[in-house]
């Protein structure tokens, strides 16, 4: 790589995922992070991030005043407890366009989600259609398009399934639960593949756009959940539904083959019995 002056990396919702991108490119990179708080701007300052204020659906001058020419990964949830995301939907893309009418970044990463989906069976590859049944999943969907028609040799799509990492788990939350859909499968993917696979679309500058990730293995939720909780010494998950001798697994199968393979790539998680929580 050149020098940091030509190497910038903008993280535009600089949450959990970005922190972990600022910890692996810093040495290589400036590192800029957008935050909505005063607090998160010390707190990114001290990680070595310069801190951009910026709420989406504001004016982005700030923002857009050191985009040109970086590598911009674009990471702002719509909040789980919102349904009608039209607003984050419009802003989201008035924000791209906003870059690419005024400041180009070398390139664009959006990070979308695997919900895009929605409820479909089986094997789920980067050909299958999306088909969201979620006003987050729908969101998505729009954006992605809105990039790829505003930046088609520039921007890029990464949808991740459910995220994990030493600090994150799924099953922290489900501890103590009853829950329903014992053979569905779980689709999760771990934070250090995604960092692999975001700077190998850095490295290589790939000319597929559409790219998503998770484990190769999918156990169903009613084995794995109550196992990972009594692992890690959690209250009992448990569910309504119990698995039996003759359970077929059911749900999607986020199917990551296509990505590790076009990227030449190797997951360091390919089970999720393997993430494991310190």
């Known amino acids: ?145 809105w990039l790829q028609n505003t930046a088609p040799d520039s921007g890029y799509i990464l949808r991740l399934a459910g995220l994990t990492g030493p600090d994150r788990h799924p099953v922290k939350t489900l501890a103590g639960r009853t829950l329903s859909g014992a053979t569905q499968v779980v689709n999760l993917v771990h934070v250090d593949d995604v960092v692999k696979v975001i700077e190998a679309l850095l490295v290589q500058k790939p000319a597929n756009k559409l790219w998503h990730l998770c484990s190769d293995e999918h156990p169903m939720r009613g084995d794995y959940y109550p196992q990972m909780a009594k692992r890690l010494g959690l209250p009992a998950v448990e569910f309504s539904d119990e698995l039996t001798s003759a359970s077929v697994p059911s749900g999607k199968h986020i199917n990551p083959g296509a990505t590790l393979t076009g990227l030449g790539i190797t997951l360091n998680y390919p089970t999720p019995w393997t993430m494991q929580p310190a």
């Open 1 to 145: 790589m050149t020098s940091q002056q030509e190497n910038k990396l903008i993280l535009c919702g600089c949450g959990w995922l970005g922190g972990y991108l600022a910890s692996h490119f810093r040495s290589q990179m400036t590192i800029y992070g957008t935050t909505r708080s005063e607090d998160k701007a010390r707190a990114l300052s001290q990680q070595g991030i310069q801190a951009i204020p910026y709420t989406l659906g504001d004016n982005p001058q700030d923002l857009l005043a050191v985009a040109p020419d970086s590598t911009f990964v674009l990471n702002i949830p719509p909040g789980r407890r919102n349904t009608d995301l039209n607003q984050f939907t419009s802003a989201m893309q008035q924000l791209i366009s906003a870059l690419y009418n005024q400041a180009p970044p070398k390139q664009l990463i959006f990070i979308s989600t695997t919900s895009v989906y929605g409820d479909q069976e089986g094997d789920i590859t980067t050909g299958t259609a999306p088909a969201p049944n979620t006003a987050s999943g729908e969101a998505h969907v729009e954006i992605e398009q």
